[in-house]
């Protein structure tokens, strides 16, 4: 009996921190309409520090900074929010009219057009939405293979066989392209430059030689780091040592 209640009070106390969330994220929608945009991203952080890390809130927070004209807070939410939900049109859009409004403009470095594809296939959808699909073709792949080993629809009996070989293609290849997602997710780290400008070093050392120079907003990837300074590479190859607290890890 001690369980039941313990399991109400606690469900009991999640929906009220949820509907409280909503309730936050809803007003500080109506503030941005309300063209209050330093009070719409107060609300937005806030949801953030108390772990509603959803990429609506990360979006909307993105808006919020493009609209105080906080490009690289701008850009850092946008991206962070595209982590989450990679296929979202809108996300992409207003990532690039912020990435406009920046200094540094870097040519990637050509490709071949099958790593594109297979980049761009990884990228496609997020790790969890990966997840769905093996969830989903996985089920098909057991319903069909039920189906089959009992005799049912003699009539369609092949057509069921090439859908049981299509399914259990799909999971193989989903399986492949999730862990490949999942992967770059957890282990490849960017991040936006935050100072108006940094100075990127042949070696983690003040003394070292200026080889380039960043401005704030620019996405770089951290190769490593070692003490307060971190590797980075630019699109376009670009290799160098920048002080950590210059950048924010999206």
Known sequence: ??????????????????????????????????GEYKASADIYEALIDEGYKESEVYYNLGNSYFRLNNIPKAILNYERA??????????????????LKIVDKFEPIPK?????????LITL??????????????WLFFILLFLIFFG???????????????S????????????????????????IIYQP???VKSAPDPGSTDLFILHEGTKILIMEG??????????????GWIDKSTIEII
């Open 226 to 239: 070692i003490d307060n300074w971190i590797q980075i590479k630019l699109e376009n190859g670009d290799i």
């Open 197 to 199: 400008s940094v100075y």
């Open 1 to 34: 009996m001690i369980k039941v209640w313990y399991i109400i009070l606690l469900f009991f106390f999640v929906s009220v921190n949820s509907f409280s969330k909503l309730n936050d994220f809803n007003k500080a929608n109506e503030l941005f309409n309300a």
């Open 125 to 138: 959808l997020y790790s969890g939405d990966w997840g769905y699909v093996i969830v989903s073709s996985v």
């Open 152 to 166: 049912f629809f003699p009539g369609i009996r092949k057509y069921l066989v090439l859908l049981l070989f299509i």
């Open 168 to 191: 259990f293609t799909i999971v193989l290849i989903s399986s492949f392209f999730g862990y490949k997602a999942y992967k770059n997710e957890n282990t490849q780290n960017y991040g």
């Open 112 to 120: 071949l057009f099958l790593i594109e594809w297979y980049e761009t």
């Open 82 to 99: 595209k982590k989450l939900n990679p296929s979202d049109d809108d996300i992409d859009f207003n990532l690039q009219i912020a990435n």
